[in-house]
């Protein structure tokens, strides 16, 4: 596995430090500061980063996340991400990273990209459907706050999960529909009790960084066409 941080640009350079600028700004001028809310996000942008350049170490940091992400969910009684991220996006994690160590591109440093044959399609789909059912039935018998969007932001993680570990392009899509949702939902949650409201920071963060890695994607899966 190469060291990631010696293959970012200046331009990457600037978009990591100034993404946990933002964060560590938006966490420490909270009244009741959440270290455990800043740890995550710290790890979770720098996930981002280093997905973008398709290097193992952006999943290896995921697992890291999905504990920590875990965590902070069930605080808050949000069952559908702690579910999501404990019992789907932390073994996909580790699924992917086994997949990306043993798919690597000719130059050794990043992960090959596939591209999804109609198996693959219908397979997600498919995937994707029975994940989403099951696990709206769990939160509806937990009683899980806002579970409309609960049950989207499954439907989205289950796919941008299962994209990642097929090496698509398209994982970071998934992801960006994903934190989407979760503005919206943490949104809710602090109307309720303001200590989250650097998660909403941490997730439009994260959106932006998860569009940056779907162009750098694109455009590596353009070259090696």
Known sequence: MSNPIKDLTRKEWMLWLGSLCIVILSNTLTEN????????????????????????????????????????????????????????????????????????APNGKEVAIQKLKPRHILGVIVFAAVATCLFYRILDALNTPHILFSTISIATSVLAATLTMLRSSYYALGYASNDIVLIILWTLASMENPIYIPVVVNFAIFFFNDMYGFLCWKRREKISC
Request: aromatic share 16%.
């Open 33 to 104: 500061m959440d270290i455990l809310t800043l740890v995550a996000a710290c790890v979770g942008i720098t996930s981002l980063i280093f997905a973008a350049k398709g290097n193992v170490w952006a999943q290896i940091l995921m697992v890291v996340f999905s504990v920590l992400y875990g965590i902070i969910s069930w605080r808050f009684h949000y069952w559908g991400e702690m579910i999501t991220y404990l019992g789907m996006a932390l073994p996909m994690a580790v699924w992917s990273t086994i997949t990306w160590i043993k798919n690597p």
